[in-house]
C-alpha cells in the first residue's frame, strides 16, 4: 500500500511571495490532515477534509493560508504572501474516517522563509 | 499550560538500555497516540490506545485513564531507535482534532 505522498519535500521562498504544498493522501482514505509543526513543537492542525469538505479549519490563518480538495482526493495547501514566521514543516495525513482512526502522516514540506 | 505534556523533553541512553517516556494530559479523551519523528519529517504511528497496555516488538505502551498518564517503553534500546517520540491525545467531546505534546528527543548511543 503506497502511502501519503507531499511535494515538494523542501522550499525557500522570501517574505511575501506564496508558495503551495501538494498532498497524494492513501487511496480510500476519506479524512485528510494538513499540519504545521515548528521546530521544537508538536504539529498542530491547519485544516482538516472529510471528502472535498471542510470539518475544521478554526486555526487556519484564512488571511494568508488557503487549502482546497476539490475532488476528494488530493489536496493543495497555499501561502499567501508568507510570513517569516510560517517557517516549519508542513505534514499532510490520511485516515480512513473521522476521529477513531490512526492517521497516516507524509514526510512532510520543510519550508523556509528568508 | 499545554494539554499536553510530556517528559523528559531530551534523553540519552546507552545502547541496551530501558527507556520510560511519559506523557500526561488535562482533558478526558477517547484516544492517546504514540508517534514516532524521525530526521526529515516523516511521522510513523506508534500506537493508538485507550485502556490498558498495548505491545509491538521492543515497544510497550501503557495508560492510565484515571491519573490521565500514559508510558512509551522502549526495551533494549538500540541506536536505530533514536528519534522524537510524540503523545497526541482525542478529546472525547465531539470531532475534535488531535492535540500534540512537544516531543521527546531520543538519542541512543552505542
Known amino acids: 500500500e503506497a502511502g501519503v505522498a507531499q511535494s515538494p519535500r523542501y522550499k525557500i521562498i522570501e517574505k511575501r511571495q506564496s508558495v503551495a504544498f501538494w498532498c497524494n493522501p492513501i487511496?480510500?482514505?476519506?479524512?485528510l490532515y494538513w499540519y504545521q509543526q515548528i521546530l521544537g513543537q508538536g504539529p498542530k492542525l491547519l485544516i482538516q477534509?472529510?471528502?472535498?469538505?471542510?470539518?475544521?479549519d478554526s486555526q487556519l490563518p484564512k488571511d494568508r493560508f488557503s487549502a482546497e480538495r476539490l475532488k476528494g482526493v488530493d489536496s493543495t495547501l497555499k501561502i499567501q504572501p508568507a510570513k517569516l514566521e510560517d517557517s516549519a514543516v508542513y505534514l499532510c495525513a490520511s485516515s480512513w474516517g473521522l476521529a477513531h482512526y490512526e492517521q497516516y502522516f507524509g514526510p512532510g514540506t520543510r519550508l523556509t522563509v528568508t | 499550560k499545554n494539554e499536553v505534556e510530556q517528559s523528559p523533553q531530551n534523553l540519552t541512553a546507552q545502547e541496551g538500555e530501558f527507556i520510560t517516556i511519559n506523557c500526561s494530559y488535562s482533558?478526558?479523551?477517547?484516544?492517546l497516540h504514540w508517534l514516532q519523528q524521525h530526521p526529515g519529517g516523516g511521522i510513523v504511528s506508534l500506537f493508538m490506545l485507550s485502556s490498558g497496555k498495548k505491545k509491538h516488538g521492543r515497544l510497550i505502551a501503557t495508560i492510565n485513564i484515571q491519573e490521565k498518564h500514559s508510558s512509551l517503553h522502549i526495551t533494549a534500546s538500540h541506536p536505530r531507535d533514536s528519534a522524537v517520540y510524540i503523545c497526541a491525545v482525542r478529546s472525547n467531546s465531539g470531532n475534535t482534532p488531535l492535540v500534540f505534546g512537544k516531543g521527546t528527543r531520543l538519542s541512543v548511543i552505542a
Open positions: 477534509f472529510q471528502n472535498n469538505g471542510v470539518v475544521d
Open positions: 487511496s480510500g482514505h476519506a479524512t
Open positions: 482533558v478526558g479523551i477517547s484516544a
